[in-house]
């Protein structure tokens, strides 16, 4: 049984940062791409960022290219992204999830695992 484990959300200012993390259990986590997705009230779940299996490569969504970054720690079973300059259009439940193919781990129908998500909200 795979379990992905998101933790960080919360309430924080615009202009301010917060750290997600994604804690994984049950595969060889280094096997997986890693993914961060989000979803607003009433829209789709979005790609946010992604990083491949020893953490050389990366992909963002363009909306937050220069603000977060994604990083994992193969050592720990853990992902992380940081989050700064938040803005209040980044309110959203941020999802984790794990893909076994990195080429496709900006695809959510792609993906293998999914954690159950962490509410980020942003005040303007």
């Known amino acids: 049984q795979v379990q992905l484990v998101e933790s960080g959300g919360g309430l924080v200012q615009a202009g301010g940062s917060l750290r997600l993390s994604c804690v994984v259990s049950?595969?060889?986590?280094?096997?997986?791409?890693m993914s961060w997705f989000r979803q607003a009230p009433g829209k789709e779940r979005d790609f946010v960022a992604g990083?491949?299996?020893?953490?050389?490569?990366?992909d963002y969504a363009d909306s937050v290219k220069g603000r977060f970054t994604i990083s994992r720690d193969n050592a720990k079973n853990t992902v992380y992204l940081q989050m700064n300059s938040l803005k209040p259009e980044d309110t959203a439940v941020y999802y984790c999830?794990?893909?076994?193919?990195?080429?496709?781990?900006?695809?959510?129908?792609?993906?293998?695992?999914w954690g159950k998500g962490t509410l980020v909200t942003v005040s303007s």
């Open positions: 049950g595969r060889t986590f280094r096997n997986y791409a």
């Open positions: 999830a794990a893909d076994s193919n990195f080429r496709t781990m900006t695809l959510a129908y792609r993906m293998d695992y």
């Open positions: 990083i491949g299996y020893s953490g050389g490569s990366t």
